[in-house]
């Protein structure tokens, strides 16, 4: 199981709501909502299962957020 790090909280936001934007509106919307962290990724990246509070991960096709979800 992956370590729980930064506990705390997190922003009271829906990931789903930004599917279909763009990476750069998506980005800009969480920082608005209080994201401390935003990870823009494109499809397949490898990535941790390291978990943290306050984070939000986008896949990004052809400049359109096409997944997100917090951690």
Not at 11 to 23: H, M, S, W
Not at 25 to 46: F, H, M, S
Request: aromatic share 8%; glycine share 10%.
């Amino acid at each position: 199981m992956a370590a729980i790090s930064n506990p705390g909280q997190q922003p009271q936001d829906k990931p789903e709501t930004y599917v279909g934007l763009t990476a750069e509106d998506a980005q800009q919307r969480a920082t608005a909502k209080g994201w401390t962290t935003v990870r823009a990724l494109p499809p397949g990246a490898i990535v941790t299962m390291e978990y943290r509070s306050g984070r939000l991960n986008f896949t990004v096709t052809d400049g359109t957020v096409t997944r997100c979800w917090s951690g």
